[in-house]
T-cell receptor, first 117, second 114 residues
Framework: AQKVTQAQTEISVVEKEDVTLDCVYE???????LFWYKQPPSGELVFLIR??????QNEISGRYSWNFQKSTSSFNFTITASQVVDSAVYFC??????????????FGTGTLLAVQP | DSGVTQTPKHLITATGQRVTLRCSPR?????VYWYQQSLDQGLQFLIQ???????AKGNILERFSAQQFPDLHSELNLSSLELGDSALYFC?????????????FGPGTRLTVL
């Protein structure tokens, strides 16, 4: 069965601290896709990144970086030098490729990140 | 701005009523998805349409139905509303309907059932 676990419900850090959000997934598919979305207080869901199961190369985008490890079924997200504007709920999601016919996203429960000034 | 529009932004109604939520996908996107976000269930996939045809169904109640029209906009119909249907309903779109496509979400419709 497919499942995404974000064990950290809430994280509070002070501005400029680095913070890592954990994501662990379960799937029986050999081909799948992982995503991170951000939900700021305004409520919309903002796409951050997609990672393919066959590409374990880590990715860095500015202050954001992602560490994908198939061996531990994890896709962790690190924010370097956090800022108040990073305060949001962050969701990890999984999409399986069986038959390529559908694209439902299975979301984790989210991690609320509060960055204090 | 993701390019996905949803109307209305807020909806307040009573139990037993029926409402329609509307979604316009990003220009060029053929696939539309509906998700429900509630405190107890989290973010849950409801249904996906691709170019007017139903592609996949999730945990969508029988009281709920959706369709995608020839101009690709979609509507989610919720009937016989119950208090537990109060939630934030998101529409998302992607260019195709395949699993590697990232989905771009609209701002959501917040439904309150009194």
């Amino acid at each position: 069965a497919q499942k995404v676990t974000q064990a950290q419900t809430e994280i509070s850090v002070v501005e400029k601290e680095d913070v890592t959000l954990d994501c662990v997934y379960e799937t029986r598919d050999t081909t799948y896709y992982l995503f991170w979305y951000k939900q700021p207080p305004s409520g919309e869901l903002v796409f951050l990144i997609r990672r393919n199961s066959f590409d374990e190369q880590n990715e860095i985008s500015g202050r954001y970086s992602w560490n994908f490890q198939k061996s531990t079924s994890s896709f962790n997200f690190t924010i370097t030098a956090s800022q108040v504007v990073d305060s949001a709920v962050y969701f990890c999601a999984l999409s399986e490729a069986y038959g390529g016919a559908t694209n439902k996203l299975i979301f984790g429960t989210g991690t609320l990140l509060a960055v204090q000034p | 701005d993701s390019g996905v529009t949803q109307t209305p932004k807020h909806l307040i109604t009573a139990t037993g009523q029926r409402v329609t939520l509307r979604c316009s996908p990003r220009s060029g996107d053929l696939s539309v998805y509906w998700y429900q976000q509630s405190l107890d269930q989290g973010l849950q996939f409801l249904i996906q349409y691709y170019n007017g045809e139903e592609r996949a169904k999730g945990n969508i109640l029988e009281r709920f139905s959706a369709q995608q029209f020839p101009d690709l906009h979609s509507e989610l119909n919720l009937s016989s509303l119950e208090l537990g249907d109060s939630a934030l309903y998101f529409c998302a779109s992607s260019p195709l309907g395949d699993s590697y496509n990232e989905q771009f979400f609209g701002p959501g419709t917040r439904l309150t059932v009194l």
